[in-house]
């Protein structure tokens, strides 16, 4: 199996998992959701054939962590969300990790004001939510979240600009994608089909951008 298969995979995958938000089919989107991160972790293995740089490595663990976190968030209660979102937070700090790793010049060190739309988001998201007893984790998630989005757009210029700008515009979704979650639980939007369609879909195509733009910035000759 080659990794444009795997890839490709992923992307029905992605298809179908959205698609089953608009039936009842609950076990479905459960059983393809929690397939999508392995999936995205078999093309990245087949992608550098298993010869992985310390970067890809963290980036790796981040897709693993990610699927716990996908797994865990599908339960009921405050304590399968903090769990899940404690997962999400530890593939947050891979993917900062990963991306610092790389060496090189950065664009948000060169120019800081980039760093002001970022700064304006996060202090938005955190205004228009009340999470209660989860203030702390949400509050410090939301932090590392937003430094993960700050370090890949400071990437793009260490790496091949259309992989850097990829993994940027994914790690832009990937806030967007949380931010709905948090606006939705906590916050003025309420829940519907089109805001979980929303959060899926950005979240989905944010990992695919994110796996395979920084996967062929540091591996460019993918199969």
């Known amino acids: 199996m ?3 298969t ?4 992923y992307v029905v995958l992605g298809v179908v998992n959205v698609a089953l938000l608009l039936t009842d089919a609950s076990l479905a989107f459960t059983i393809t959701k929690a397939l999508l991160m392995p999936v995205l972790l078999a093309w990245l293995l087949l992608a550098t054939r298993g010869r992985m740089t310390t970067p890809l490595r963290l980036l790796a663990l981040g897709l693993v962590f990610a699927w716990a976190g996908d797994v865990l968030l599908e339960g009921d209660g405050d304590l399968f969300f903090v769990a899940g979102l404690l997962a999400f937070l530890a593939m947050q700090v891979c993917y900062i990790v990963a991306f610092t790793r790389v060496p ?4 948000v060190r060169a120019w800081r004001i980039a760093l002001v739309p970022f700064v304006v ?6 205004l228009l939510v009340s999470p209660g007893s989860l203030r702390v984790p949400v509050l410090i998630y939301s932090v590392v979240l937003v430094t993960m989005a700050v370090a890949a757009l400071d990437l793009v210029i260490r790496v091949p600009q259309d992989k850097g700008w990829r ?3 994914g790690a832009a979704l990937f806030v967007v994608s949380d931010g ?3 606006l939705t639980a906590f916050g003025p ?13 950005t979240y989905i195509v944010a990992q695919g951008l994110i796996t ?6 540091l591996a460019p000759r993918p199969e």
Do not use: K, Y
């Open 167 to 169: 993994v940027a515009i």
């Open 189 to 201: 939007l309420t829940s519907s089909t089109g805001t979980s369609i929303a959060i899926m879909t």
């Open 180 to 182: 709905l979650i948090a």
């Open 6 to 9: 795997v890839l490709q995979a």
């Open 104 to 107: 090189g010049p950065g664009l």
């Open 2 to 4: 080659t990794s444009r």
């Open 121 to 126: 988001v996060w202090l938005a998201l955190n």
């Open 212 to 217: 395979t733009g920084f996967t062929e910035a």
